[in-house]
């Protein structure tokens, strides 16, 4: 199993709206249909059959393509499947309430940014030995914890000090799904954005052996895995990865979520508008320009500079397709983005 990591953001899907919904449930080979109207506001109700889960959707949320559906219990997002996705109105680039602010006269919105600190992490940090700056980032050591804030980006990254990870003795006690719920409701309180999370994924990790039988897993847990987006827009670069403990609490994080200012929320409108637009001149000039052999349908994206880069932050929409195995962007002429980081 190795070491956490490999962590690959989901494709994310698309909405259905509508005020009757259609659940569907996979329980091994057998799917549980449920079809409900929503007749309160606010209402979310969960049935178990099984390992499986029904749910009535709360207003503003819709089921997704893949037949999952979600809702708000407290701050956190409740959903089917052990992928957590919030899709409906506020991530379909209708009316939202809170992910974005206008900045400047024309009202142009920045898409607001979160910054982890000292202050909101849930790492047990303890007594701190050592306070000091080294390599582009702040680090502070603690008896319990290290937490680490790039100088630059503000990026933060943290874990529990333990000769092994995960620490065998302090294991979250729940399930992936379980564990997505709580990391969700930890961020989103401590101010990350709701309405940017796209989606939550896991992530498994843990610490396993080689002996005579093959491989035994000693310790498994996850990482659970937010995905951002800006009104349907996945932000692909951003990350919000972390992984509880046994009382519920960080035991380890890495987050870099940054600001993003109004010049590239108008850039995104200026080429949805022209994707949307598909007789004119410009999208024409767009798909001529496009290479030959893309695998599948693109996907307007965000793509920014990575957490560890000490230039200028930079920013920008891109249309996303596979050459091969291999992710690429184009701008809104139909050629081909890199950012100065080099990624």
Known sequence: MGECSGIHPPTLESGAGSDDYRVVLQEGERSVTERERRRRRGMLRVERWGSAVSITCRDRSRPTKGGRCCGLLGSAILCTGTLLGCTGDSLS??????????????????IAGYVQTRSKTTLPIGKITQSFTASGAHQIVGT??????????????????????????????????????????????????????????????????????????????????????????????????????ADGSSIAEEIYWPEIGPEVVQQLRDFQAMLNSP???????????????PEGDGALVIRHTTWYWTGAFTAVPCYRMMLGSTAVCFDMTGHLVSLPDGT
């Open 144 to 245: 319990g914890a290290t937490f680490s804030t790039e100088v630059v980006s503000l990026s933060a990254r943290g874990q529990v000090i333990s000769q092994e990870f995960p620490p065998p003795g302090d294991i979250y006690p729940g399930d992936a799904e379980s564990m997505n719920r709580g990391v969700l409701a930890y961020l989103t309180a401590a101010g990350l954005p709701r309405e940017q999370v796209a989606s939550v994924s896991d992530d498994e990790c843990g610490i396993s052996v080689d002996g005579d039988g093959g491989w035994t897993v000693l310790v498994s847990t996850w990482w659970s895995v937010l995905h951002r987006a800006y009104r349907g827009v996945p932000v692909v670069d951003s990350m919000a990865n972390v992984v509880l403990g």
């Open 93 to 110: 680039g209708e009316q939202v309430a809170s992910d974005a602010r206008p900045t400047d006269s024309s009202g142009v919105e920045t």
């Open 279 to 293: 007789t004119s001149e410009a999208y024409l000039q767009f798909m001529q320009n496009l290479p030959t052999g």
